[in-house]
Every structure is written in structure tokens, then in C-alpha cells.
């Protein structure tokens, strides 16, 4: 399967309102894009790629053993990776830093570069993307949750597969 860590986040019905406004902004520009689902935010830690069963067992393992508390993140504004993706950006990098490298030592994995972010459209239009204003939002990091990603084309399809408090 192809799966991901990720923290899922509240208030997806306030960040999809927000997310639209910037929607709008690109839809002016005339740069083509596909929207993430309102139910489709979060924030990934680690992007796992195809997994075998045995190793998904072992992730779970691993993220029901992580003491994860809930906690409170500001998002900050609009930015975008490049010219394919545009998200919420996010204050508090640390924090979703220190998890995403606890997650890489208990995988034995390598550290690969890390920006915490909530993906809200991915570009098809290869154009310069517009810097637009946002008041910052106070969000609550909810759970760290092993997803399932099933791509399809209407986009992809997320389906939690197993968190660190099961909810």
C-alpha cells in the first residue's frame, strides 16, 4: 500500500474557507490547480511510499509507541514549494521537526530535509505563484495517524490505518 505519517489537524471546515481564498487568487491568475479535499488536511511527517503489510504492522507499532500529546500550532500565511505546491505555512517547525526525526530514528531511516506544512492545492500551471496575506490561525494538532493513499482520478483518497491514540 502506499501510505504516510502525518498529524491530523482540527478546524478542517476553518482552514478550507481560508484555503479558498487563496483558491481564488490563483483561479484570477489563471493558474491551474487541483484543490485538496477539506477532509484531506494534515500534516506529513514522513511520506513512506509502498509498504508491505508487515512493515505497515511495524510502523503502527512504532506510532502507538510514541507519546504523543495534542497540541496548538499557528498557521502563519500562504507559500508554496516551487511552482507544483502551494500550503499553510507553519510557526511552530520545531516541534513538527522533532517528530518527524523521532519517526525517522524508530524506522532507522536517514534524515531527509523537512518543512511542516498543510498542503491546500497542487499546481498544474507552471507559472510564479501570488503572495497573499493571512491572519494567523490557531490549530490543534490532533493525533499522529499511519495513512493509507490511494490514488485515483478524482484525487487521492486517505484512509487512516492506525494512530497513536485510536480514536
Given at each position: 500500500?502506499?501510505?504516510?505519517?502525518?498529524?491530523?489537524?482540527?478546524?478542517?471546515?476553518?482552514?478550507?474557507?481560508?484555503?479558498?481564498?487563496?483558491?481564488?487568487?490563483?483561479?484570477?491568475?489563471?493558474?491551474?490547480?487541483?484543490?485538496v479535499k477539506k477532509d484531506n488536511f494534515h500534516v506529513t511527517l514522513l511520506f513512506l511510499g509502498e509498504i508491505s503489510h508487515e512493515y505497515m504492522n511495524k510502523v503502527c507499532e512504532i506510532i502507538r509507541e510514541i507519546n504523543f500529546n495534542s497540541f496548538?500550532?499557528?498557521?502563519?500565511?500562504?507559500?508554496?514549494?516551487?511552482?507544483?505546491?502551494?500550503?499553510?505555512?507553519?510557526?511552530?517547525?520545531?516541534?513538527?521537526?522533532?517528530?518527524?526525526?523521532?519517526?525517522?530514528?524508530?524506522?532507522?531511516?536517514?534524515?531527509?530535509?523537512?518543512?511542516?506544512?498543510?498542503?491546500?492545492?497542487?499546481?498544474?500551471?507552471?507559472?510564479?505563484?501570488?503572495?497573499?496575506?493571512?491572519?494567523?490561525?490557531?490549530?490543534?494538532?490532533?493525533?499522529?495517524?499511519?495513512?493509507?493513499?490511494?490514488?485515483?482520478?478524482?484525487?487521492?483518497?486517505?484512509?487512516?490505518?492506525?494512530?497513536?491514540?485510536?480514536?
Amino acid at each position: 500500500m502506499r501510505a504516510f505519517i502525518a498529524v491530523d489537524v482540527s478546524d478542517k471546515p476553518l482552514l478550507y474557507e481560508k484555503a479558498k481564498l487563496y483558491w481564488k487568487v490563483l483561479d484570477k491568475n489563471d493558474i491551474s490547480h487541483k484543490p485538496v479535499k477539506k477532509d484531506n488536511f494534515h500534516v506529513t511527517l514522513l511520506f513512506l511510499g509502498e509498504i508491505s503489510h508487515e512493515y505497515m504492522n511495524k510502523v503502527c507499532e512504532i506510532i502507538r509507541e510514541i507519546n504523543f500529546n495534542s497540541f496548538y500550532f499557528t498557521v502563519t500565511g500562504f507559500n508554496s514549494f516551487g511552482k507544483r505546491v502551494a500550503f499553510f505555512d507553519i510557526k511552530e517547525q520545531k516541534i513538527f521537526k522533532e517528530k518527524h526525526l523521532t519517526i525517522l530514528s524508530k524506522l532507522g531511516l536517514k534524515y531527509d530535509k523537512f518543512h511542516a506544512h498543510i498542503t491546500i492545492s497542487r499546481i498544474k500551471t507552471f507559472k510564479t505563484l501570488p503572495h497573499v496575506k493571512l491572519e494567523p490561525i490557531i490549530i490543534k494538532a490532533k493525533n499522529l495517524c499511519l495513512y493509507e493513499s490511494t490514488l485515483t482520478s478524482h484525487g487521492p483518497i486517505y484512509k487512516k490505518v492506525c494512530c497513536s491514540c485510536e480514536l
